[in-house]
């Protein structure tokens, strides 16, 4: 039996960028910091503090060997070795299984840094959908973190529940949003409690006769309003920001700043790096503090 | 810092909150001996202060932890909000 390879709907691109007006030999402190999550790994070279180059991955089996890919192709894009890197900071899921970091450091910290960096020091409510996990954080204007909700029980609300999704009605990921709003009206949520049960609906609904479009707004609206009421526990202040994978699924974060009465600080950065962004931030300052030249970490 | 641990599911919401502003004051943190399902555990926060978290290994689970502390009928103070000096702790069911 001939066996046909079937389309991975749920891919979603890996990307890598480095900036070309900077290089790293002009810098005194180069620092690294490795966000190894449950989906995607992302590896952020910081030059003195300010962001130089990034790679973002999928997560491979181990988180060594996550975090040694997210490297590699920042490395190769840079011409840096790991050797020139002054100090390294881990976070994510896998940041206690990583031998070459000088500390880890919890996502939330993190994430709350980086966005701090991305949207500037007005952000005072920061959302991260990430792979498998929702955090709800509130920063002062330092990105210090003073509140924050993490949810990684359940993958409804989650990358991970977008992907299956999209398998599901074979749709390539990065269409969902767009797509989303492409119906006639709004249509009610599907499950929003559980990816398994959001999956049989949403075959429920196709057999119903609905369009893939109005399912995918369906599903757009339940993750919506699962990630709203998590955020309304720590309350939402603006600026408000959203981080993580999902902050590029146009479809999810127009209904949630809908729900929430809130627009989303727009920013020019890739979202899915704030957490190896803040935690390359976090090497930077620990860096400076280890050589008798204090800054806030 | 206001620290929620736990979990939303379709069960209810089950989180323990810490203020770790004040739980950093605290030298003993006689909660996590009051816990009788070892939830509690001390850990430095990235800003340096030593503060109590709930344990990574028992986040998912707090509604099932925190079972035998929570009878139905009569429910006296839990051990863990009882033994915080500062009023640190909180639980949301």
Redesign the interface.
């Known amino acids: 039996m001939m066996m046909v390879p079937r389309e991975e709907y749920w891919r979603w691109s890996e990307a890598s960028w480095a900036d070309p007006d900077k290089h790293w030999k002009d810098a005194r402190v180069v620092t690294l910091g490795i966000d190894v999550g449950s989906v995607s790994s992302e590896a952020v070279v910081c030059l003195d503090g300010e962001l130089y180059a990034f790679n973002t991955v999928r997560t491979a089996a181990g988180s060594v060997e996550s975090a040694r890919n997210a490297m590699k192709g920042v490395f190769e894009r840079t011409g840096l070795r790991f050797d020139d890197i002054h100090y390294v900071v881990g976070t994510g899921y896998g940041r206690v299984n990583l031998p070459f970091a000088h500390k880890a450091?919890?996502e939330?910290?993190c994430h709350g840094r980086g966005a701090n960096y991305m949207g500037g020091p007005s952000v005072r409510t920061i959302l991260d959908m990430g792979g498998q996990d929702c955090k709800a954080i509130?920063v002062d204007e330092r990105g210090?973190?003073?509140?924050?909700?993490?949810?990684?029980?359940?993958a409804a609300g989650t990358g991970r529940g977008m992907e299956v999704i999209a398998d599901l009605l074979e749709v390539p990921i990065e269409e969902l949003g767009p797509r989303s709003f492409d119906i006639d009206e709004e249509p009610p949520p599907v499950s929003d409690?559980?990816v398994v049960f959001a999956k049989s609906e949403a075959m429920a609904r196709l057999k119903d006769g609905w369009s893939k479009n109005k399912v995918i707004a369906a599903y757009c609206r339940a993750m919506a309003e699962r990630v709203a009421?998590?955020l309304q526990?720590?309350g939402v202040e603006p600026d408000f920001f959203i981080t993580g994978g999902i902050s590029k699924n146009i479809g999810v974060v127009r209904r949630i700043e809908e729900i929430i009465g809130v627009k989303a600080l727009p920013t020019p950065y890739d979202t899915q790096i704030a957490g190896a962004l803040g935690a390359a931030l976090?090497a930077h300052a620990l860096y400076l503090k280890a050589q008798g030249k204090p800054q806030a970490? | 810092m206001i620290a929620h641990y736990g979990y939303k599911d379709a069960e209810g919401e089950f989180f323990i909150t810490i203020d770790t502003d004040r739980c950093g004051r605290c030298e003993d943190k006689p909660c996590v001996a009051a816990c009788p399902r070892g939830v509690f555990t001390v850990e430095e926060d990235p800003y340096g202060d030593t503060v109590v978290a709930v344990d990574d290994r028992r986040r998912r689970r707090l509604k099932y932890e925190c079972a035998e502390c929570k009878p139905a009928g009569d429910r006296p103070a839990l051990p863990c909000v009882r033994a915080c000096p500062w009023g640190a702790m909180t639980h949301s069911w």
Do not use: H, P, Q, S
């Open positions: 450091i919890t939330i910290a509130r210090k973190v003073t509140n924050f909700l993490m949810n990684d029980k359940c409690v559980c009421a998590l526990r720590v976090f970490a």
